[in-house]
């Protein structure tokens, strides 16, 4: 098994495959760190290659890719079971490009659909918990008072965590928060954080699988 990291530098892509082929590499598997929608460097053209957290619509190569939607589910009805109908927010920007965060937000509206309930609203903010902070930081000096929040990622969880504190209310006594891929922050978080895990083994397990 040969490594490469490339930082999406086509250059060091081409490189690496480049030095891969001299080795005589017979099958590749092109990983991205966050979903997305690749063109795959013309060298992988005519070799057998298997995508993975990526997928490419104009090129047929096989592509194993995680359930966002359903991760999106599984965060709302976590939600929903506790009872939580009214007052629930998403954090996070649902960019036109982040497929990730789009197919996420698609799963839990279908969620609250399925519970009879709907979102009361969404918090754009960059994924950092600078930014969330200020978001959640600003709904709640208008008065807002949610119940349930859903962040598109950990450290934006950590931001709505800071801005909750400042405000002297409590999670999860006064807000329950859940929130997308289990980081070790979500260990460090005070409570700890609930997170939905993103099935990394099985990913790689499935990619070598479909390569062989």
Not at 13 to 20: A, C, G
Not at 65 to 84: I, M, S
Not at 159 to 176: F, H, K, M, W
Request: hydrophobic content about 40%; proline content about 6%; some cysteine.
């Amino acid at each position: 098994l040969s490594i490469g990291e490339t930082d999406g530098d086509p250059d060091q892509e081409n490189h690496l495959i480049e030095q891969f082929l001299d080795h005589q590499v017979d099958g590749f598997i092109y990983a991205s760190t966050y979903r997305r929608d690749v063109e795959l460097p013309p060298a992988l053209a005519d070799q057998r290659a298997v995508l993975l957290n990526c997928s490419s619509p104009a090129q047929n190569h096989p592509a194993v890719l995680p359930d966002q939607h359903e991760g999106g589910q599984t965060a709302a009805r976590c939600l929903l079971d506790l009872g939580h109908r009214d007052d629930i927010y998403v954090v996070g920007d649902i960019a036109p490009g982040a497929l990730a965060a789009q197919e996420r937000f698609t799963g839990i509206q279908d969620a609250c659909k399925a519970a009879g309930t709907a979102l009361s609203g969404t918090l754009d903010c960059e994924w950092t918990p600078h930014s969330a902070y200020q978001a959640m930081a600003r709904l709640l000096a208008r008065g807002a008072r949610p119940r349930g929040v859903i962040c598109m990622n950990d450290p934006i969880a950590m931001g709505v965590y800071q801005a909750v504190a400042e405000r002297d209310l409590y999670v999860p006594e006064d807000i329950s928060v859940i929130s997308f891929d289990d980081t070790e922050l979500a260990c460090w978080l005070r409570p700890k954080l609930t997170s939905v895990a993103l099935p990394h083994h099985e990913l790689g397990r499935r990619a070598i699988d479909a390569l062989l």
